[in-house]
C-alpha cells in the first residue's frame, strides 16, 4: 500500500509540474493571406512573469529548443522554415555552460505555406517548449494546433 501511495503522489506532482509549463505561456494561432494562394501562419507566444522560452536555435546542448512539428496536408506546400519575430535575447548562462538565445514576453512565429488548390484547409500541428526563470526550469510542454486556411 505504501509503493502504491509514493507511486500516486509522484504521478499527481508529476503532472501538475507539466501542466505548469503550459500555463506559464499562452498561444494564439491565426492565419493572414499575403498574396494568391500563399499564407501565413502566426504562432504567437505571450511568456508570463519572469519566464522566458527558448529560440528554435538555443546556441548550447541542454534546454529544449522551441519546435513546431506540422502534420502532413495534400493541399499545403511548407515555404522555408519557420522565422522568429521578437526580441533575441543571447546571454551566458552558466546551467548550461554557454550563449543561450531566449524571448521574453512575446514572440511571433512565422510559417510561410502554400495553398494547392481552391479548397479550404488547415495547418495543424504541435509545439514543443521550455521555460525557465533566474532560478528553475520547468518541465517542457507542448501545445497542439490548428489553423483554418484557403477557401
Given at each position: 500500500m505504501k509503493k502504491f501511495s509514493l507511486l500516486f503522489f509522484g504521478l499527481v506532482a508529476g503532472l501538475a509540474l507539466f501542466a505548469q509549463s503550459g500555463k506559464q505561456v499562452k498561444?494564439?494561432?491565426s492565419s493572414k493571406k499575403i498574396s494568391d494562394k500563399i499564407y501565413e501562419v502566426h504562432m504567437t507566444a505571450t511568456?508570463?512573469?519572469d519566464f522566458h522560452m527558448y529560440a528554435q536555435n538555443v546556441g548550447v546542448?541542454?534546454?529544449l529548443p522551441t519546435a513546431f512539428v506540422f502534420t502532413k496536408n495534400p493541399l499545403l506546400q511548407l515555404d522555408?522554415?519557420?522565422k522568429e519575430v521578437g526580441k533575441l535575447v543571447k546571454k551566458y548562462e552558466s546551467v548550461w555552460s554557454g550563449n543561450v538565445s531566449y524571448y521574453e514576453k512575446t514572440v511571433n512565429f512565422v510559417q510561410t505555406v502554400k495553398v494547392r488548390g481552391a479548397a479550404k484547409t488547415n495547418l495543424a500541428g504541435k509545439v514543443e517548449f521550455m521555460v525557465c526563470d533566474e532560478s528553475r526550469c520547468l518541465p517542457p510542454g507542448e501545445v497542439e494546433f490548428s489553423v483554418n486556411i484557403g477557401g
Open positions: 498561444w494564439i494561432f511568456i508570463n512573469g546542448d541542454g534546454p522555408g522554415k519557420v
